[in-house]
């Protein structure tokens, strides 16, 4: 049975390096598929735990008890968009009152503000990841205004049935967020806004973009708790109610609460900014070149001799994502069988990790 997997599996990898227009496009659909998913992720949590359409509760009741609903703040492009609604209250704009226009004006805003994230990405990153980002915030931007949110909608029971449970709508809120963004750092993409920014300092810096991402978004939420404070981030069904700063205070440490469940989702399910050093031993002095024609890393060179054999040999250092190290083994495999690689564990890398690969 192994044997009959191992020779499909070679029989594809032979299709696929005879035929690289259908390896591309395989890739690319792939691609797609992972995006939608993680657009759906994002789009869900955000309408379910982050600001719900509190209006089509069937449990009025609920509402009315509690006085006031409580709408957390998001992060990143989203939580940039929430913010652009809040000044729009502030403008006296009677149509923030529909919880349509509320989504569709936080949608839209939210694709706005990722056109120049985008071009960022695009000069500075790499055509694929900005196009990649690119088509997960179309798709964000459409699930965000289709997905239903009506009456009796799942959306609508879900977000009732945590609606007293702010910890439960945080943990909640933070796993989609956290997973959608971990999935499309999972193919090399963003999910746009603060992520690409995030994602290029952590390139630059070679460390995990939790961090980054928790700071960018700490000045985001600080902005939205402010304007909400002036304009109105409760709303008791009719009215948009001004936020107490007590009230305010709240929104903002929930908040945080939410991003550190966000920063931990995604360094764990995230490899992609995990580094391995692997050091191949080999006798083909050419290797070194294969290896960097095909990942977007330099190398180190060593000059060495075989102990046993006495033989001059060549010690290719390179360091790599985690998520790069079958590739290159399989390339340094391929181009030379009896080369020896030791595989070693890297904690943080300092200099010029990656170089801007051609796509």
């Given amino acids: 049975m192994n044997y009959f997997i191992y020779k499909i599996k070679k029989l594809v990898r032979n299709y696929f390096f005879d035929h690289p227009h259908q390896k591309s496009a395989l890739s690319y659909t792939y691609a797609l598929i992972v995006t939608a ?3 759906i992720i994002f789009s869900f949590g955000f309408k379910c735990f982050i600001q719900p359409n509190y209006s089509a509760f069937a449990n009025q009741d609920l509402v009315h008890e509690t006085g006031s609903i409580l709408a957390l703040a998001s992060s990143g492009a989203s939580g940039m968009s929430q913010s652009v609604l809040e000044i729009f209250k502030l403008s006296g704009l009677t149509f923030t009152l529909d919880p349509f226009n509320v989504y569709v004006i936080n949608f839209i805003s939210y694709f706005v503000i990722n056109i120049p994230l985008l071009l960022l990405a695009y000069f500075k990153i790499g055509k694929k990841f900005a196009f990649l980002s ?3 915030v179309v798709f964000v931007t459409i ?19 945590v609606f007293n449970q702010p910890v439960a709508r945080i943990l909640f809120a933070g796993l989609c967020t956290g997973m959608a963004t971990a999935l499309s750092y999972l193919i090399e993409s963003t999910c746009g806004g603060i992520d690409i920014i995030a994602y290029y300092i952590s390139e630059k ?9 928790a700071i960018f978004n700490f000045c985001i939420v600080m902005v939205y708790s402010i304007l909400s404070c002036c304009s109105g981030g409760l709303v008791d069904g009719v009215h948009f109610v001004p936020v107490e700063i007590s009230q305010a205070a709240i929104i903002f440490l929930y908040t945080f609460l939410y991003m550190i469940i966000t920063t931990l989702v995604v360094d764990t399910i995230n490899i992609s900014n995990k580094k391995l050093n692997l050091q191949i031993i080999s006798k083909d002095e ?7 024609s095909n990942i977007p890393h ?6 060495g001799k075989g102990g046993f054999t006495g033989k001059d040999v060549y010690i290719i250092s390179v360091t790599v994502r985690k998520s790069e190290q079958k590739r290159v083994i399989k390339i340094a495999k391929k181009a030379d069988p009896s080369c020896f690689i030791n595989v070693l564990v890297t904690e943080q890398v300092y200099g ?6 051609i796509k």
């Avoid at 699930?143 to 879900?158: A, H, K, N, W, Y």
Wanted: proline share 4%; hydrophobic share 45%.
């Fill in 298 to 303: 330099g190398c180190t060179v060593i000059n």
């Fill in 286 to 292: 050419n290797l070194s070149q294969v290896i960097m």
């Fill in 37 to 39: 998913l993680s657009a």
């Fill in 205 to 213: 810096k070679s460390t995990g973009v939790g961090i980054y991402s």
């Fill in 134 to 136: 690119l088509i997960n």
């Fill in 143 to 161: 699930f965000g205004i289709i997905l239903p949110t009506g009456e009796g909608s799942f959306i609508v029971e879900i977000s009732e049935a």
């Fill in 352 to 357: 010029k990790f990656f170089r801007k690969p």
